[in-house]
C-alpha cells in the first residue's frame, strides 16, 4: 500500500504526483461519509486539531473543522485577536507554547509568506498550511484537482486557463504547480500588472487577452479579486476590471463547449465572473465546496491517523 | 403519535396549535436532561449544527450550543466578522456554500428581517430564526409560552400584557402571534411611538398607561428597551423612559396577585425593570433562560432527530 | 484518602498545604495522559464548562479548553464583545443567566479583582479565577509550584526571586502567596514604582537591584512586562526597562548555578528577558507550559469529577 510519508502538508511543491494520487484516492473513499445519516467516524478520536487563524475565513476554516469533526478529532480555534500575537509575542515562541500543550495537528492561515515553514520547524504537531500570504494553499490546489480529476475522468493532458491577479494569488501558484505536476498545460490570463514577471518560468503561458485564454480549454478557472486588498492599487475600478476581464458567457464562448468553471470564493459576482456563469451549467463551485471537506479529512487522515488506519467503520 | 412536518422553524405564523404544543410536550420530557449528574444523550450523534450569528448574543448562542451538545450533536461557530460577508458575499451564496459542507441544521441570528426564509429557501439542511431583524424570534416566543404554561397550567384564555417599544421588538411579535393561536388575550403598552400603527390588526388591546395596561393580567411580559439601538432616536432620555413605563411594584399592583413576570433579557436594571420587580417572588426570568434551553433541545430533535426517536436514553 | 473540599477555585489565598500538595499530586497523575497516542479519557463526559474571557487569552484559554477536552467535557467559550455585556447586562445578571442553563463549571477571567468572587457567589456551577485584575490568577501560581516541585524536588526551604511590575502582577501575587504557603522564601525586585508599599507585609524581602536580588536563589521567576498596559506610564520606556532589568547571562550570574528560569508568558523577548536565558538550559518556561495542562485537568477533575473519580482509565 502506498504511504504518506511527510510530517507537514506546506506546499505542493513538496508533494510527488504519487502522494497527490494517494490524497486524492484517500479523499475519494471519505467523501461519502459526508452524505451518511450519521455524518462521523471514530476515525481521530483523542487527537486534538488546532485551527490557528490569523485571517478572516468562513470557508476555509469552517471546511477544516467539519473535516476533523467528522474524524471525532477535538478541535480548538484561536484567531489572532484575542491572542498572545497582540501583546506581541513572537511567532516561533507562539509555536513553542502551543507545541508545548502536545496538540496533534495545526492548521495555520497567516498572512506571512512561509509562516507554516517556520512553524513546522518548530513543533512536533503535524502542520498543514491553509494559505501563507501570497505563497500557497496547497489544500486549496488538491480540492480543485479533485473535481477536475471527478468530472473530467483525470488530469493530465487537459489544458486549463486560470484568470485574474495571478501575481497576488496563493490558490493561483498551488494550482499551477499541482496542475503541472500532474501533466495538464496551462495558461493564465489577467492585467498586467497581475501578471507576475516570472510566469513562464513557471511552466505556463500568458494570453493577456481573457476571451483568448479560454480557447480550447477543458477547465477554467476563475480568481477571486481581493477587494478588500489590492485592487485600488492595481487597476483603476472594479467595473474596469469586469468590463475587461470579467467573465461571462460572451468571453467563454471559445472554451470547449463541456469545460468546467472553477472559482475558490467568495465570488465577487458581477466583477470577475458573471452570475450567468457562476450558476450555469458547467458550474463546479459548489463542488469545490464539498470536495473540500473530503479533501481535509484525507490529509487530516493521512497525517495523524497513524495507527488507527483500519478504524473507519 | 403527533408529527412534526416542517423542515425548517422560520417563524410563529408558521406554527399550527398543534405543532406549538407538540414542541412543548417535546421540550417538556426532554427538560431534564439539563438536571442529570451526565447532561447528554446520544440522540443528535454525527449531526453537525451551525449556529450562524450576524449580531452579538451571548443568551441565544450560548443556549443553542449547549443544547445542541446536550443532544451530542457537533456544533460550530460562525460570526459575521471573521467570515466572508466582510469579503463582499451574498448571503446566498454564503447559504449554497454552507450546504455543499452538508450542515444537517443551520441556526441564523441576521439583522434583516426576513434573511432566515432567504436562507431556507437555499439550503437542503435545517434551518432556525434565532432573531432576524425586527420580524420574528420564534424560540424566544415558544420559550415564553413555555414558561407561561407551566406556571399557569395553560394558556388559553390568559391576559397577559407586554411592555415596551412593541414597533420595533421581534419578540414582541412572535409572542403577539404565538399568545393568540393559542387562545390568549394580548394587551401592549409602551410610548406612542413605539406602537405599531397597525397594531390592533394584529389582534391586541393597546393602552397607552402601562399601569392600567397590566390591569387584571395574568402575565406581564416586559421589553428590553434596546439602549445600543434606538433610544436616543425614540424617547428622549432613559430616565424618562424609566419614569413613564420602567415597571417597579408601584406600576404593576392592578396587575393580578400571582401575575408572573417575563423579561427576554439581557435587561437594563432601572430602566425598563426596577430589580424590586426583577428580583421579585413572582419574576420567571431566570426560568425563561432555563426552558430556553429545553425548548431549543426540542427543536433541534423534532427537526433533525429523525430516524433516532427512540434513542432518548 | 485526601479530598478537595471546595466548590470554587478562587485565590491562593483560600488553599491549604494540603490542597496545594492534591492538587499538585493529582496533576502529577493526570499529566501522562497528554503525552498517550490517544489523548482522552472519558472522567467529564457530560458535564458542561463555561470558558468566560473578558480579557484576550490565548494560552490561558487554549490550556483550559484542553484541558477540559482532554477529560471529555463539553466546552462553550464567551468572550466579552459579542456578549450581553455590550449590552449593558451586569455581571450578576450574566452568571445567574449562566447559572440558569445548568454548566457544570465557568472559568472566568475579567479585568475587575473580585469578580470571580462575586461570580461564584451567584452560581451553583463551580468557578475557577483564570485572572481578575490585578488581584490573583490561582492556575498560574499552582503549575509554576507544580514545575518548581518537579525541577527541584520540593518547594520547602527554597530561595525564590521574583522580577518586574510586582505591584500590577497577579501572577506575582498568587505565586508569593503560594510559595509562601508552601515554606519557600521569596524576593522580589523591580523598579521602585513596581513595588508594591505593603510588599514586607506580604512576607517578602525587597532589593531593588535585580542582579542582587537572584544571588543563590534556586529559583528566577521573571514576569511580563505589560507593553499594552502600564508600561509608558510607570517606567520611561522599554529600553530603559530592559537597561535596568532586563533578565540577561550576566545579570543572572550570582544566582545558584542550576537555578532555574521561569516566565509565565508571553515572553517579550530582550525586554524583560534576554534570549539567552529564555533559550537557555535552565529555562523552564515551555515545561510550565505543558505543566498548565495538566494542572488545569486536576482542577476540574476535583472540582466537578466527583462521582466518576474511579472513571480514569
Not at 508545548?100 to 506571512?112: E, K, Q, S, T, Y
Not at 509562516?115 to 490546489?141: K, S
Not at 478557472?221 to 477587494?227: A, D, H, V
Not at 470536495?291 to 478504524?311: E, H, Q
Request: proline share 5%; charged share 25%; glycine share 8%.
Amino acid at each position: 500500500m502506498s504511504e504518506f510519508n511527510h510530517k507537514d502538508l506546506l506546499s505542493m511543491e513538496d508533494l510527488s504526483v504519487r502522494d497527490i494520487d494517494l490524497i486524492l484516492n484517500t479523499a475519494g473513499s471519505l467523501r461519502e461519509i459526508s452524505l451518511r445519516e450519521i455524518k462521523k467516524v471514530p476515525t481521530l478520536r483523542g487527537k486534538s486539531v488546532v485551527h490557528f487563524f490569523y485571517e478572516p475565513s468562513t470557508r476555509t476554516r469552517t471546511s477544516f473543522e467539519m473535516a476533523a469533526k467528522r474524524l471525532s478529532a477535538d478541535t480548538m480555534s484561536l484567531s489572532a485577536t484575542g491572542s498572545s500575537i497582540v501583546k506581541g509575542e513572537t511567532l516561533v515562541d507562539t509555536a513553542r507554547n502551543l507545541q508545548a500543550m502536545n496538540p496533534d495537528l495545526i492548521v495555520l492561515r497567516h498572512p506571512a509568506s512561509g509562516a507554516p515553514q517556520l512553524l513546522a520547524r518548530e513543533v512536533e504537531a503535524c502542520v498543514i498550511n491553509a494559505g501563507d500570504g501570497i505563497h500557497e494553499h496547497p489544500t486549496q490546489a488538491l480540492l480543485d484537482l479533485y473535481t477536475i480529476r471527478e468530472k473530467k475522468g483525470g488530469i493530465e493532458g487537459l489544458d486549463v486557463a486560470i484568470i485574474g491577479d495571478i501575481a497576488h494569488s496563493r490558490v493561483a501558484r498551488s494550482n499551477i504547480i499541482g496542475l503541472r505536476k500532474m501533466g495538464a498545460r496551462v495558461t493564465v490570463s489577467g492585467p498586467p500588472t497581475m501578471i507576475p514577471f516570472e510566469a513562464e518560468s513557471l511552466g505556463v503561458r500568458v494570453e493577456c487577452d481573457p476571451a483568448e485564454a479560454v480557447r480550447d480549454k477543458d477547465v477554467v478557472m476563475i480568481l477571486r479579486i481581493q477587494l478588500e486588498r489590492q485592487s485600488r492599487v492595481i487597476f483603476p475600478s472594479l467595473r474596469e476590471y469586469a468590463t475587461h476581464f470579467g467573465l461571462n458567457r460572451e468571453r467563454l464562448k471559445r472554451a470547449k463547449p463541456d469545460a468546467i468553471i472553477m472559482h475558490p470564493g467568495p465570488m465577487n459576482r458581477g466583477v470577475e465572473i458573471a452570475s450567468e456563469v457562476a450558476d450555469g451549467p458547467y458550474s463546479v463551485i459548489l463542488e469545490q465546496v464539498a470536495n473540500g471537506v473530503a479533501v481535509r479529512m484525507a490529509l487530516l487522515y493521512l497525517l495523524i491517523g497513524g495507527s488507527k488506519r483500519g478504524d473507519m467503520d
